[in-house]
């Protein structure tokens, strides 16, 4: 790596470490969170590799077993806010950041909102999905009688909505991968 990479990587580091206080719209207050998530800047890393980075403890040394705990339920953490995530196939799985935190970390310094991983929009998008989904099966059982035109009003709705969801779910899973 460049000596430039190295420098930013670090400065990087240095802002994720003191930026724990405006790291509160991703919830994270644990310093643990931050060590793991500042390991991840520097590059990929399994498990193992951050505890020993973290608390300077190898496999098979005293208390590298309840510190590998501690580790493992932080990046479950992590993962469920979308923040890190890892290959699933392959014989080494080792964690990354996902765009979303790389995305996020980057805007510490700044004055900018955290980016949430699902927006507002995506959110009322899914539920006018799910609500154009009732009548068309309600009518589909027979359990409502809609005139034709109201019918292809609704079903007309329902695959806009339908297509607009599936590109915003494909956007966040891309955030998040």
């Known amino acids: 790596m460049s000596r430039a990479g190295s420098e930013k990587i670090e400065e990087l580091n240095r802002r994720v470490r003191s930026g724990v206080s405006k790291l509160g719209g991703l919830e994270i207050g644990d310093q643990l969170a931050v060590e793991v998530l500042s390991r991840l800047v520097e590059g990929r890393r399994t498990s193992s590799e951050i505890v020993t980075l973290i608390y300077g403890l190898k496999r098979g040394d005293e208390g590298f ?4 705990g501690r580790v493992r339920r932080e990046i479950r953490k992590l993962e469920s806010k979308g923040l890190i995530s890892r290959n699933l196939f392959g014989r080494e799985k080792p964690y990354r950041l996902t765009q979303l935190a790389v995305t996020n970390l980057a805007r510490i310094g700044g004055e900018e909102k955290q980016t949430p991983l699902m927006m507002t929009t995506d959110l009322a998008a899914y539920l006018v999905t799910l609500a154009l989904s009732v009548p068309n099966a309600l009518q589909a059982v027979g359990w409502l009688q809609l005139s034709d035109v109201w019918t292809l009003a ?13 590109s915003r779910v494909l956007v966040t899973l891309r955030r998040v991968f």
Do not use: D, H, K, P
């Open 65 to 68: 077993e309840s510190s590998y």
């Open 154 to 166: 609704v079903i007309t709705s329902f695959c806009f909505f339908l297509g607009f969801s599936s």
